[in-house]
């Protein structure tokens, strides 16, 4: 069965520091892969998206993820966090069933804290 | 502004209680989401809408019962819910109903069952 693990629960960085946040999935065929930030008393918002292509992933907010196919990660990264990137991070995969039902699997989440 | 709108935001029922959550997108998708959001747990898929139709039930007890009247609204019924029921019940609006059509969410209400 597909899975998403994020194995940090809680991350503090400085406030201009770089992140890194691992996010592995378990998917026998090529996934369909997301980045989701949650701010507190919000909703989830996409940061960023892979489906195919270039394995390096743009997002909104400066952040930016690569795929892995060989460690099954898709890591989220940004090279300098402001305060304001406080937030919960969540990793999905696509259930890949046949592009009919959008239906995604999330891991448990990261809670960035960022120190100033 | 989200373009998802969840009202109301907060909610405390009780066990023999009978309440509505209501969801609205102004984004002109066809397809919405319910989710829940448990402490320490990953966001739970419930129930799927496409173009009005129910596409996924993800095994959620009958307590729930989904309503989609159109494509710009979506309502949970909630009955006789447990304590275990408290959590942040989240909507979600996309285009289509694939996988590669991003969705977009409210800010949830956050049940409380006493």
């Known amino acids: 069965a597909q899975s998403v693990t994020q194995p940090d629960i809680h991350i503090t960085v400085s406030e201009g520091a770089s992140l890194e946040l691992r996010c592995n999935y378990s998917y026998g065929a090529t996934p369909y892969l997301f980045w989701y930030v949650q701010s507190p008393g919000q909703g989830l918002q996409l940061l960023l998206k892979?489906?195919?292509?270039?394995?390096l992933v743009q997002g909104i907010k400066g952040f930016e993820a690569e795929f892995k196919r060989s460690q099954s990660s898709f890591n989220l990264r940004k090279p300098s966090v402001h305060w304001s990137d406080a937030a919960e991070y969540f990793c999905?995969?696509?259930?890949?069933?046949?592009?009919?039902?959008?239906?995604?699997?999330f891991g448990k989440g990261t809670k960035l804290s960022v120190k100033p | 502004e989200t373009g998802v709108t969840q009202t109301p935001r907060h909610l405390v029922m009780g066990m023999t209680n009978k309440k509505s959550l209501k969801c609205e997108q102004h984004?002109?998708?066809?397809?919405m989401y319910w989710y829940k959001q448990s402490a320490k747990k990953p966001l739970e898929l419930m129930f799927v809408y496409n173009f009005k139709e129910q596409t996924e039930n993800n095994s959620v007890p009958s307590r729930f019962s989904p309503e989609c009247p159109n494509s710009s609204h979506l309502f949970l019924h909630l009955h006789t819910l447990q304590p275990e029921d408290s959590a942040l019940y989240l909507c979600?609006?996309?285009?289509?109903?694939?996988?590669?059509?991003?969705?977009?969410f409210g800010p949830g209400t956050r049940l409380t069952v006493l």
């Open positions: 999905a995969v696509g259930r890949g069933y046949g592009g009919s039902q959008g239906n995604l699997i």
């Open positions: 979600a609006s996309s285009l289509g109903g694939s996988e590669t059509d991003t969705q977009y």
């Open positions: 984004l002109g998708h066809n397809a």
């Open positions: 892979y489906f195919s292509g270039d394995t």
